[in-house]
């Protein structure tokens, strides 16, 4: 594979488990230096272990030799710990060159709109929408607007932005927020040189398929055109292009990746 961030230096966020797991072990495979997070310590410990047995050398302390990818917490909706994970970068790698906003809130479990609690909703917006705008705001503060060689951004955002599904009102309406955001941050930051883009994936294997009923995960796949799910691996080269220089004339855009679901009206059996 070429080496297309070599000498490059990334941050994924919630890069600990699923399809994050495949963004950082592509960049690292590009020639890159990752640092990723979770949101907790615990989760961060099991993404790195994850990420060792695919190969990859993996530090989750400061000064911990050679590595390709650098684990640390980092709750991207509170302030302090923001801070702490680019102060870490700043003094370990000393630049930035691609931030990927990947840490998500799935907004899982709060019912309809009627019966939710607005303190759930918020919770959502907090991570999905915020908290990537903040992760957003230092790299370029502290990065990219300072580097001869300008950085870029690549948000996930999802086909439930504009295609949206029952009972996800919260995550439904952040992506769509991610959607504006990314349109937003392009135009202000392209005058300075940083790209701004999104990959909106539909269905992705994860593990949250693991447990689907087999008649289930058919139908999911009958609902594409294409008639498979997305894998990771699928997403994290969506996202690689979109970071490398093969996409240097491209900002503002919003990719989506969902094996032709946006493009019909209902699945085939359905549609009439």
Avoid at 180 to 203: E, F, K, M, Q, T
Avoid at 223 to 241: H, M, S
Wanted: proline share 4%; charged share 20%.
């Amino acid at each position: 594979m070429s080496g297309r961030f070599d000498g490059k230096v990334v941050l994924v966020t919630g890069g600990s488990r699923n399809t994050g797991l495949d963004m950082v072990e592509r960049f690292v495979r590009e020639g890159a230096k990752v640092w990723t997070c979770g949101s907790s310590a615990a989760s961060t410990s099991r993404g790195a272990e994850a990420l060792r047995a695919r190969g990859l050398s993996v530090a989750e302390a400061p000064g911990g030799g050679d590595w390709q990818v650098r684990a640390v917490p980092c709750d991207i909706s509170d302030a302090a710990s923001v801070a702490a994970l680019f102060d870490a970068i700043a003094a370990e790698s000393g630049h930035l060159d691609v931030l990927v906003n990947n840490a998500a809130n799935q907004g899982l479990g709060h019912g309809g709109p009627l019966e939710m609690d607005p303190a759930g909703f918020l919770d959502v917006f907090k991570t999905n929408v915020f908290g990537g705008f903040r992760v957003t705001q230092e790299a370029c503060r502290r990065f990219f607007a300072k580097q001869e060689s300008r950085g870029c951004v690549v948000f996930l955002s999802s086909n439930t932005a504009v295609r949206t599904i029952r009972n996800r009102t919260a995550y439904c309406a952040s992506k769509g927020a991610i959607n504006s955001l990314v349109h937003s941050l392009a135009l202000d930051l392209g005058p300075l040189g940083i790209r701004v883009n999104c990959c909106a994936p539909g269905y992705i294997n994860t593990e949250r398929w693991d447990t689907l009923p087999p008649e289930k995960a058919a139908r999911r796949r009958f609902n594409c055109p294409l008639r498979k799910e997305a894998t990771g691996a699928d997403i994290a080269a969506v996202v690689a292009f979109l970071a490398s220089p093969d996409a240097g004339n491209i900002t503002g855009e919003i990719l989506t990746v969902d094996a032709g679901c946006s493009s019909q009206h209902m699945p085939e059996d359905c549609d009439c």
